[in-house]
């Protein structure tokens, strides 16, 4: 079945900068990688996915990026700000009904 | 809209004993999931349906039951509880139609066995 690897587990920055979260995955079939962001107690909520026929995708200070060949996709976030403080997961489909595989999260930490 | 909605947001239970968590959602969405989430081993899949009627396992699905009665609602049954089963449930739905694959989630349950 899918693995996805995720990391860093945990990530400091300032607020300000950047920050970027890495993930892998082993199944080529995979189609469909969605980002949820879960603030402390509160449910998942999905921020941004990207398909396999683009290579970026932007949403204001967002974006997400997929290299199909090495099988890894990953979310930057710029001008952090402290709301950004929250678990980020990665994950990935086949799409369609097909199972999402999430990744173990990380948790972003902006210091004011 | 509701959206997803899970009750009880808060058990306790004893070893052994049994209940229900309910999964109800107002989007007339086809698929719906169950995980589980547990510190250091982000979300598992339980068990997930494709449709009113069908169920399917997922990755951890053992000690776990599951039904479908009616499109908007998913039952998730714990038949007879383990110290091993304390965790936050959350279920999720999506349309399943072509570009609406994304999850939206419920507020989570968070379960313990003592």
């Known amino acids: 079945g899918e693995n996805v690897e995720q990391h860093p587990s945990t990530l400091s920055v300032q607020e300000g900068d950047s920050a970027v979260i890495k993930c892998t995955y082993s199944?080529?079939?995979?189609?469909?990688f969605p980002w949820y962001k879960q603030e402390l107690g509160k449910r998942p909520q999905l921020i941004i996915d990207i398909r396999s026929n683009v290579g970026e995708k932007k949403d204001q200070r967002i974006a997400v990026t997929l290299n199909k060949t090495a099988k890894h996709f990953s979310l930057h976030i710029t001008e952090t700000q402290p709301e950004d403080s929250a678990v980020y997961f990665c994950a990935a489909s086949k799409g369609g009904y097909q199972k999402v595989t999430f990744g173990i999260g990380t948790k972003l930490q902006v210091i004011p | 809209n509701a959206g997803v909605t899970q009750t009880p947001k808060f058990r306790v239970l004893k070893t052994g004993q049994s209940m229900t968590l309910l999964c109800a959602q107002d989007?007339?969405?086809?698929?719906m999931y169950w995980y589980r989430q547990d510190p250091g081993m982000g979300l598992r899949l339980i068990h997930y349906?494709?449709?009113?009627?069908?169920?399917a396992k997922g990755e951890v699905p053992d000690g776990y039951n599951v039904s479908r009665l009616k499109k908007q609602n998913f039952l998730l049954g714990l038949e007879s509880a383990a110290p091993s089963q304390t965790s936050v449930y959350f279920c999720?739905?999506?349309?399943?139609?072509?570009?609406?694959?994304?999850?939206?989630f419920g507020s989570g349950t968070r379960l313990t066995v003592v």
């Open positions: 999720a739905s999506s349309y399943g139609r072509t570009g609406a694959y994304g999850y939206t």
């Open positions: 989007m007339n969405h086809e698929y």
């Open positions: 199944d080529s079939a995979s189609n469909y």
């Open positions: 349906s494709v449709g009113e009627g069908t169920t």
